[in-house]
């Protein structure tokens, strides 16, 4: 199983808090194309592994034209062994799917779009600076609906001024249309962001994390009673519509990046593009290297481990760590993970250890705390 994913590096504007790689100029856009038909070719010679899964991530690829998109796809298919029930997804904002951009985007492979809406609150769409609002929002998923059966829609909880009356109307809203996948993501402050700046200034406040974890309560409680699962902290759907993208992420299967920025993992190292469009477009077209490499060592696998299984419902698998690593993660794991299962953030079930709803939430600082920095002899 290999996964690929496509960085589409351009917006039309920044939005307030955001931090991935990409430029509001498309002035680029025909060169990157090339370049990054150029990498898929040249991945392609050193990789056999069937593909299960395709995604368009960014920045904004339905800023493309649908002839680029499917370009890109085509090009895969010519070069890759793809597999018969691969799952192609592409990101898009409300504000480029019209009717017509989505009848074009269905005849394609593509079979699963993903839609960043955020809120359907327009002061908070504001706070983002996100370009469309809560009209175009829910138009473009009740267009979408008539094109895909495959949906997910993005949504932002603990966003500045909102309350849990405003997160539970964005809940009910989604809820409304009864697609298969959300995916809910608690705002972070990062760094170099208009955000940051924002939040530096008192210009805004961030919620305090007992909102913000009451948020994530509320949308755990109402999906589950619509027979969703969250099956990644940030990840909810229901049977049968989890993410092949984000499930392989998650399980630590293959996948290759293409395109500025883009990281690539296979199982024993990862690298990761150079985030600046015209150096990637020029090394890419002059054959110069335009990546970076880490050999990952059985400690970094380690805990990496941990952080992707105490984040999912697959969890941390005993087992898996004697056999994979040695009795000596075994038992430092063991020793650690007493403390979170006292205080009920993790329990046992059979050979795993899982996370609570309250562990999940805190799931990334609970995976800290089992890291090991180095292994005594």
Known sequence: MLGIYIHIPFCKKSCHYCNFHFSTSLKNKEDMIKAINKEIYQ???????????????????????????????????????????????????????????????????????SIGVQSFIDKELKIMNRVHDSKKAIKSIEMAKKYFNNISVDLLYGVPDSSIKSWNYNIDTISSFNINHISAYALTVEPKTALESFINKSILSMPDEELVYSQYKLINEKLSSKNFINYEVCSFAQKDFFSKNNSAYWLRKKYIGIGPSAHSFDGESRSWNISNNKKYIDQIIDGDNYYKKENLTKVDQYNEYIMTGLRTIWGVSVKHIESNFDVRFKNYFLKKIKSHIAKKNVYKEDDLYLTTQSGRFLADGIASDLFLVNLKK
């Open 43 to 113: 991945k392609a010679i050193l990789n056999n592994d069937k593909v299960s899964t395709i995604y368009f991530g960014g920045g904004t690829p339905s800023i493309l034209d649908v002839e680029e998109i499917n370009l890109i796809i085509e090009n895969i298919y010519k070069n890759f062994n793809v597999g018969k029930n691969i799952e192609i997804t592409i990101e898009a904002n409300p504000d480029d799917l019209s009717k017509h951009k989505l009848n074009d985007l269905s005849k394609t492979k593509i079979n699963r779009i």
